[in-house]
């Protein structure tokens, strides 16, 4: 199957829309938490998401945007938009993101949006934090999001190693993999992150599309929102 993995959305309408204009025929579409948070259309966005099919699991901002819990883990400008979002999202798009799953396995596939180990809040930056997950997962292949640069983890032969997430990259053994963000990225590359797994030929393609970084940037500031959050979406920081 040919399933484009998307992530960290933040609530990027302009963003997700350049994506799925940019994106071949795939057999679903997996997103990896954070749908919303900092960025100016969530209701939008969830929506579009609905409207395609996607298969969702939770986010830490899904998580505190749905529920109101767990907004005092975050930094003042990433609470405020939490806020702001819970404020604006109907009662029945809370629901559904407090209702997402932290875990979902499709297809023989483990998604989380953080990690194996605590799925909504813990980072995987480094081999040693991947390994650890890999060592919990109960299939070959699984996928995550929450740090918003692009990468692979494969677990062989005991050792875990990272690959960057950039090309085509042949998937062996037991691998993490993590798309990058769609609507925030941050690995100093503004254009939206994203991949095309292939469950059958074990492959992964790192993808980035442009979209109208000005426009998000002038939704941010109309609706209010911290003026960080514009500026750091031109630098992909
Ligand atoms: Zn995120």
């Not at 900092?38 to 395609?52: E, K």
């Amino acid at each position: 199957m040919r399933i484009a993995l998307l992530s960290d959305v933040h609530a990027n309408l302009v963003a997700l829309e350049a994506v799925l204009a940019d994106m071949p025929a795939v057999e679903g579409l997996w997103i990896l938490g954070d749908t919303v948070g900092y960025g100016p259309d969530p209701s939008d966005v969830l929506a579009l998401l609905r409207q395609r099919g996607a298969l969702l699991v939770a986010g830490n901002h899904d998580h505190a945007v749905g529920t109101g819990h767990g907004l005092e883990a975050f930094n003042p400008v990433a609470a405020k938009a939490a806020r702001m979002h819970r404020a604006w999202l109907t009662g029945e798009e809370r629901d559904l993101l407090a209702s997402l799953p932290t875990l979902r396995c499709p297809d023989g596939v483990t998604l989380v949006h953080g990690s194996l180990r605590d799925p909504l809040w813990e980072y995987v930056w480094d081999v040693r934090t991947a390994h650890a997950s890999l060592a919990l997962a109960e299939t070959e292949l699984s996928c995550n999001g929450h740090t918003h640069v692009p990468a692979v983890f494969t677990l062989d032969g005991g050792r875990t190693t990272s690959t960057l997430g950039r090309g085509l990259v042949r998937l062996h053994r037991r691998v993490l993999v993590n798309p990058g963000s769609v609507g925030q990225p941050r690995d100093r590359d503004p254009r939206a992150a994203w991949a095309v797994l292939d469950t059958e030929a074990r492959t992964v393609e790192f993808m980035r599309t442009a979209y109208d970084v000005a426009e998000t940037q002038r939704r941010l500031r109309t609706r209010g929102l911290p003026g960080f959050l514009a500026d750091r979406l031109a630098s992909g920081t």
